[in-house]
C-alpha cells in the first residue's frame, strides 16, 4: 500500500493518521507541492487532480482525503475510525466535512498563489483573507464540539477517529500562519491528547520521509 504525500499538506497528514490508526503497513511516495511534482506527468497520470493525497492500494487508486478514509474505514473496519449508529457517524462525518470541504479549501496554497499572482493582492490582505476566514470556521467549530455532550477526550467520545484526524492536521497548518487557538479550549484539548498518540506522532510532518525544515 502506497501513498502519495507531501509532508506539509494537511488532506496528506489526514491521511497518514488514519493508516497509521489502522495499524497498516504502508509507504510513502513524496510529492513536492513546491516544485511543482504534481504537476508532473508521472503524477498526475496517477492522480489527474494534482494534488496529494492518493492512496494506492494494491492497483486500486483512492484520490482525496476522505475518500481515503472512508475506504480504509470498508476495507479495514477494525479498529474503527467511526463510532457504532448511523446519527454517531453523522456527527463525526459532519466535523470531518466542515473541516476538509468548508474550511481547508479557502486557505490553500492554491488560492494564496492565486490571489497574489493573478489578483494582484499584497501579503497583508491575503493574510486578512486567511484570518477571516480561518477564524469564522474556528468558532464554528469550537462552538459544536464544546456544546455537544457527545465530545470526550476527542471529537466524539474517548477513541480517536475520522473527525481526529482532520482536527489535528488542520490545527497544524493554521499554527504555521500564527493562528492563536487559545481561543478554543475543545479544540486545543483535543488536539493535545491526540498529538501525544503514536499514531498521530508518527504521521506528524516533522516525521515524514520528504520532510524538509524551513
Not at 494494491?58 to 448511523?86: F, K, M, W
Not at 470541504?101 to 493574510?127: F, Q, R, S
Not at 474517548?158 to 492563536?180: K, Q
Amino acid at each position: 500500500m502506497k501513498l502519495y504525500s507531501y509532508w506539509r499538506s494537511s488532506a496528506a497528514y489526514r491521511a497518514r493518521i488514519a493508516l497509521n490508526l489502522k495499524g497498516l503497513d504502508w509507504e510513502s511516495v513524496g510529492v513536492d507541492l513546491t516544485a511543482g511534482a504534481q504537476k508532473r506527468q508521472d503524477y498526475a497520470s496517477v492522480n489527474p487532480q494534482m494534488i496529494v493525497p492518493t492512496l494506492d492500494d494494491n492497483g486500486v487508486i483512492v484520490r482525496q482525503s476522505l475518500a481515503v478514509l472512508e475506504y480504509l474505514e470498508e476495507t479495514h473496519p477494525e479498529p474503527a475510525l467511526l463510532p457504532d449508529t448511523p446519527g454517531a457517524r453523522a456527527r463525526v462525518r459532519s466535523i470531518a466535512q466542515f473541516i476538509a470541504c468548508e474550511m481547508h479549501p479557502l486557505n490553500t496554497m492554491i488560492i494564496h498563489a492565486y490571489m497574489k499572482d493573478e489578483m494582484g493582492l499584497d501579503d497583508a490582505a491575503v493574510t486578512k483573507w486567511y484570518m477571516r476566514w480561518t477564524t469564522r470556521g474556528l468558532d464554528a467549530l469550537e462552538a459544536s464540539l464544546a456544546d455537544d455532550p457527545a465530545t470526550g477526550t476527542y471529537c466524539h467520545g474517548d477513541t480517536p477517529g475520522m473527525a481526529d484526524t482532520c482536527v489535528v492536521p488542520h490545527l497544524f497548518n493554521i499554527a504555521r500562519f500564527g493562528v492563536d487557538i487559545s481561543p478554543y479550549p475543545t479544540l486545543e484539548r483535543i488536539n493535545a491528547a491526540c498529538v501525544t498518540l503514536p499514531a498521530f506522532a508518527d504521521a506528524a510532518p516533522n516525521r515524514q520521509p520528504d520532510f524538509v525544515p524551513d
